[in-house]
């Protein structure tokens, strides 16, 4: 009786230590310095929560993340309409991108190539349309490049 309670215990501690390592692996981890990037693998740059108030917002990036040549935007929760999207790069320069106007929920762009060869992103500005979103439908905007 008390060697099947060891035991229960011992896999009850192992599915815990299983399941944070898989939700770790999933995450993408905002203290390294460098984001490995595996050939045709979409990584993970960062997202905004939009709240309706204001009209643009920014996903900072970071040199430190690596070179891109692609990014994509994709939303959920609820849809947006862009008007602008504008990359700007570490070396202080910028670029418009082109995104069709309107987003739905669970959508994507397709992939955005970037002008140059891999380029360092410091932060991308997004200008949208206010929306009145209900509570816990704003949309979440979430940046990947590759």
Do not use: C
Not at 77 to 82: D, G, K, L, Q
Not at 83 to 88: P, T
């Amino acid at each position: 009786m008390v060697r099947s309670r060891y035991l229960q215990a011992i896999f009850g501690l192992l599915l815990i230590f299983s399941a944070d390592a898989i939700v770790s692996a999933q995450r993408p981890d905002r203290w390294s310095q460098k984001t490995p990037q595996l050939p045709g693998r979409w990584v993970y740059l960062g997202q905004a929560n939009l709240n309706g108030r204001v009209d643009r917002d920014r996903i900072y990036v970071g040199r430190g993340r690596g070179r891109f040549q692609n990014i994509q935007i994709r939303v959920d929760r609820a849809p947006i309409e862009f008007y602008r999207v504008v990359v700007h790069y570490a070396n202080g320069r910028s670029e418009e991108v082109d995104v069709r106007h309107r987003i739905p929920a669970g959508g994507q762009t397709r992939a955005i190539d970037l002008r140059g060869d891999e380029r360092a992103i410091d932060n991308v500005e997004f200008f949208y349309a206010r929306g009145r979103w209900g509570p816990g439908r704003a949309p979440r905007v979430r940046l990947y490049g590759i």
